[in-house]
């Protein structure tokens, strides 16, 4: 299945889900590799000041991780390119609409929208309801 580049066709076929499980950011300046096997963090990116992480709620607590919020994963089904612009855009606008923050990570088939737990449900209804107008 190749990637979707319209606009309008992706917008038509979000189809967003929400992950069932919770997640926490993290940071680290020990080396990734080490933090990847002993984490299994969902994403990673690492930066000048250090790794970011991704994991689990329930992998921070098992660890003794501190961590400020909670977040819940809202993964879009459709494939988009990597290449075209506007739908992390246009899914903000609605989203900002709402006062929930985003956090985004683009994965080769899909985006990944982490939402504060207690803002998952109505960013699930808004996301869903693009699709839908």
């Not at 501190?66 to 246009?90: K, R």
């Amino acid at each position: 299945m190749s990637a979707k580049k319209d606009l309008k066709d992706i917008l038509e076929n979000l189809h967003p889900s929400l992950v069932d499980e919770s997640f926490v950011f993290m940071t680290s300046k020990e080396p990734i590799n080490t933090l990847v096997n002993s984490l299994n963090p969902v994403a990673t990116f690492t930066e000048n000041e250090g790794s970011t992480l991704v994991i689990t709620k329930a992998v921070a607590d098992q660890n003794s991780i501190q961590y400020d919020t909670v977040f819940n994963c809202i993964s879009l089904g459709v494939h988009s390119s990597l290449e075209m612009s506007g739908l992390i855009a246009t899914i903000s606008a609605k989203l900002f609409k709402n006062n929930i923050p985003t956090n985004v990570f683009a994965g080769y088939f899909h985006d990944h929208i982490f939402i504060p737990i207690d803002k998952a449900k109505l960013a699930l209804e808004t996301i869903s309801s693009i699709s839908s107008s």
